[in-house]
């Protein structure tokens, strides 16, 4: 079966420091990619897409990420977190086109300490 | 570790009837869970949150009478596609939070629904 997996539970970094966060998918074949955050108390919020086209993706609050399809990941990137960048990080892929499904990684919860 | 149980994974219905999503924490209390569904190429939506015992509260453009939830107890909530169109066919997902261990405990997501309506 398809699956997500991020690589890290709880991630706890200074302001400042660098960010990346890991997520790899099994699925070989199209694939949509997404991250999302959840702030504390607020609903989910889309952060970055991949659909096609350039692998590397840049998105709000700048966040980037990078698609590499021989590696079947999709890691999150950040070159320096604020303490506002507290919140949980899901990376989350779509495949199976027009009658495909949504699975989700268990989410990585990041910490940054001012 | 927790776990949400989404069922059917699919479904497939005749233009015209309802058809019932269930939502389920199995080993947690959710007073709170979501509904979002996912349309290709496009990004996950927010549909409504499910709150226990009360009102869901929906979304601006989400359509109450359409999708009906029910979240009757602390670990269940459904979603209700009534009188479903082919437009309604989409991927329906669920989540919910392990409150009972601290507002800060990790979002789980049930492993979706695809509805299709012909």
């Known amino acids: 079966a398809q699956s997500v997996s991020q690589h890290n539970h709880h991630v706890i970094l200074s302001e400042a420091a660098s960010l990346e966060l890991g997520c790899n998918y099994s699925?070989?074949?199209?694939?949509?990619l997404f991250w999302y955050v959840q702030y504390p108390g607020q609903h989910l919020q889309l952060l970055l897409k991949?659909?096609?086209?350039?692998?590397l993706v840049k998105g709000i609050k700048g966040f980037e990420a990078e698609f590499i399809k021989s590696k079947f990941s999709f890691n999150l990137r950040k070159p320096s977190v604020q303490w506002s960048d507290t919140a949980e990080y899901f990376c989350?892929?779509?495949?199976?086109?027009?009658?495909?499904?949504?699975?989700f990684g268990k989410g990585t919860k990041l910490s940054v300490k001012p | 570790g927790a776990v949400v149980s989404q069922h059917p994974s699919w479904v497939i219905c005749k233009s015209g009837t309802s058809v019932k999503i269930e939502c389920r924490s199995l080993?947690?209390?959710?007073?709170?869970m979501f509904w979002y569904r996912q349309f290709p190429k496009q990004s996950l939506m927010l549909m409504a949150t499910?709150?226990?015992?009360?009102?869901?509260?929906?979304e601006q453009g989400v359509e109450k009478d359409k999708f009906l939830i029910n979240h009757a107890s602390l670990t269940l909530s459904t979603l209700t596609v009534t009188s479903a169109h082919p437009e309604d066919s989409s991927f329906y997902i669920c989540?919910?939070?392990?409150?009972?261990?601290?507002?800060?405990?990790?979002?789980?997501f049930g492993n979706g629904t695809r509805l299709t309506v012909t």
């Open positions: 989540s919910a939070r392990d409150e009972g261990r601290s507002y800060n405990s990790p979002l789980h």
């Open positions: 699925y070989g074949g199209t694939v949509n």
């Open positions: 991949y659909f096609s086209g350039d692998p």
């Open positions: 989350a892929v779509y495949y199976g086109g027009s009658q495909g499904n949504l699975i």
């Open positions: 080993d947690f209390q959710a007073t709170t």
């Open positions: 499910s709150n226990e015992g009360s009102k869901a509260t929906y």
